[in-house]
C-alpha cells in the first residue's frame, strides 16, 4: 500500500489516539480505496479528495464526539453518498449495526465495495428513498442531505422511542454554518455542539452536530 495515501490518516489517530491497531489498518485503507473508486464513480470532488480525512472521515466522527453508541444499537444513515457519515462510524463502533442508504444505486455500489473491502461486517448498504424504509432506528445520522425539518419529516416515525443513551433517541445530523431558520422551521427543541471545540482545525469552526429528539 501507498505510504503517500495512508499518512494522512494520523489526523484520525491525533483525536483519536485509543484505536485498536485493527481500526487503524481500516482508517488508513479509505484514501486508497476512495481514490481507486473515485476514478470510476465520482462520490467525493476530486479536488476534494486529498482532504479526504480531515473533509470526510474526521467530520464524520464528531458525532463521536457528542455520543458514544452503545453496543447492540441501530443506527440509520440517511443519504449516505460515499459512505458518509456511516462508514468511519461503523470503523469506530463495530459492535453497533448501521444502514447505510441512498437513493443514488451507483454510489450504494461503492458503500457495499468498500465496506466488503474493510471487513465491516456491522454495515448494510441499500439503493431506497428514507422515506420508504420499514425498519426502526435508535438514531438517525445524516451529512446535509436536507434541511432538519425535512429530513425529521422524512424519518422520525422510524425511530424507537426507547432510549439507552444520555441523549434521547432521535437524529444527529452534521450541518454548518447559520443554522437558525433550520431550527426555528423545525419547531423543536435541538441541541447543537460545536465541533470546533472537539478538532480544533479551521475546517470546523462552523462545523456543528445537531441533535433533535423524537
Known sequence: MNDSLTAPADVVFTFFPELTEKQQDQFKQLMPLYAE???KINVISRKDLPNLYVHHVLHSLGIARV????SGVTILDVGTGGGFPGIPLAILFPEVQFHLVDSIG??????KAIARSLGLLNVTAQQIRAEELKGSYDFVVSRAVAPLATLYRWVHRKVNKQSHHHLPNGLLLLKGGDLTQEINELKRPCRVFSLYEHFPLPFFETKKVVHAAV
Open 37 to 39: 473508486w473515485n476514478e
Open 106 to 111: 451507483k454510489k450504494i455500489t461503492v458503500v
Open 67 to 70: 455520543i458514544q453508541f452503545k
